[in-house]
């Protein structure tokens, strides 16, 4: 079992430092960019990231629902001020 173990670890260890090794030839520190606003295809069908949906759908919703200003009137009373 001990064998077995010893050559787990070895072999991830290799493994570990060949990625950092691709890493460090290639340049980038980054790594691969993996969202889908960098993809070029998802762009050709509309499809974007969440949160760049998510902005655009709020951004729709202000301009259809504007908001409406709070009537701050301080000069009534609130019970906490008595």
């Keep these: ?7 787990s ?3 991830m260890a290799i493994a ?6 691709k890493l460090l030839i290639k340049g980038d ?6 969202h889908i ?7 050709q069908r509309g499809i974007h990231c969440v949160e760049s949906m ?3 759908e ?3 919703y202000a301009q259809r629902h ?3 200003d709070k009537n701050t009137d301080k000069s009534q009373d609130s019970p906490q001020d008595k």
């Design 58 to 60: 709020r951004r729709e």
């Design 9 to 11: 670890v070895i072999f």
């Design 1 to 7: 079992m001990g064998k077995i173990l010893l050559f």
């Design 54 to 56: 998510d902005a655009m």
């Design 66 to 68: 504007p908001r409406k």
């Design 29 to 34: 520190s980054r790594g691969p960019m993996t």
């Design 16 to 21: 570990v430092l060949l990625l950092a090794l």
């Design 37 to 43: 606003g960098a993809s070029k295809a998802m762009h």
